[in-house]
């Protein structure tokens, strides 16, 4: 699978969109501004709809990616306020975690990782469609953003978040207690029959499992294998052992700088061996 990528990506790698993130937070938070003013505009003709796309919508098919956050709490400010601050943190998370698995992964295994939980996700609703006949979802991109947060977990497992800005999480901990709450959530979906929703989530952590571990060797890809290459690197170009030309006063050799030229000193008593600096200004040695 590892050569399937790889081949894929030497040919289509041109294709892949830099910063794809970037443009799914600016559709996230314009749907969200809109939905303040339009809330019915989302849910009437944008969401995933396959009996309406059987009978021509087929827009569809990609407008249900533009799923608004809900932030209205009804007569209660202060309830709307707090929705809005929340908001603005996770559109920084999201942007976070998008910024982060595109640096590490590249362009093209991003946009990979990220446009194929969506394609996994139309077609696992389309095959719920055919075999219940429930046609809607209304989740959006939800379970595609949480999957990335559990991509930048494995990635990052060390790094902390300041819950409340106060008590330090490590990601890998929060990982742990937000799949607890997805299996909580996963089983509610489960018992009150709202099975497209229940899928969604499947399909999105089905494709992180798929990504992490059907994928060999992307482990390569992670920051702590990436710094140990570049130090393991780093030591096998330092000079080891004897070199073969080595000056006698200053010590710089023709591995540390190969630039230089060396010869040995006729007039002194032994092997004595300068670079060109130094051949002819040192005191002979009797």
């Known amino acids: 699978m590892q050569k399937f990528i790889k081949n894929l990506e030497k040919k289509f790698g041109r294709y892949a969109i830099p910063d794809l993130i970037n443009y799914f937070v600016i559709f996230y938070v314009a749907s969200t501004i809109i939905s303040l003013f339009m809330p019915w ?14 009978h021509g919508q087929v827009w569809r098919l990609f407008t249900f990616i533009l799923a608004p956050e809900s932030l ?31 640096n590490v992964w590249g ?17 696992a609703e389309f095959i719920l469609f055919i075999a219940t006949g429930q ?16 991509a930048y977990c494995v990635l990052f497992p060390e790094e902390q978040f300041l819950i409340w800005f106060v008590f330090p999480v490590k990601a890998k901990v929060l990982a742990v207690v937000d799949g607890g709450l997805m ?5 509610q979906y489960l018992l009150y029959g709202d099975f497209a929703r229940a899928l969604a989530l499947v399909v999105a ?21 990436v710094k140990r290459r570049k130090e393991f690197k780093r030591q096998t170009m330092r000079p080891q052992g004897v070199t073969k030309h080595q000056c006698a006063i ?5 591995v540390t700088n190969p630039e230089l030229s060396f010869r040995f000193c006729s007039k002194c008593n032994g092997n004595y061996e300068y670079c060109e600096e130094h051949l002819f200004t040192h005191q002979h040695v009797k």
Not at 108 to 122: D, P
Not at 183 to 187: A, E, F, K, N
Not at 250 to 254: I, P
């Open 107 to 123: 362009s093209f295994r991003f946009n990979l990782y990220f446009i194929g939980g969506i394609i996994l996700t139309v077609v």
């Open 72 to 102: 209205w709490s009804r007569g209660d400010s202060f309830g709307t306020g707090m929705n809005i601050f929340f908001f603005v943190i996770m559109v920084h998370l999201y942007y976070l975690f998008g910024r982060s698995l595109e």
């Open 183 to 187: 299996v909580i959530m996963l089983l």
């Open 205 to 225: 952590m089905l494709n992180f499992l798929i990504f992490f571990y059907a994928y060999k060797g992307l482990d390569r890809f992670s920051p702590r294998q």
């Open 135 to 150: 046609s809607v979802y209304y989740g959006g991109m939800n379970y595609i953003y949480q999957s990335m947060f559990f």
């Open 41 to 54: 505009l989302y849910y009437r003709f944008l969401a995933l709809d396959f009996e309406k796309i059987l």
């Open 250 to 254: 200053c010590g710089r050799n023709e």
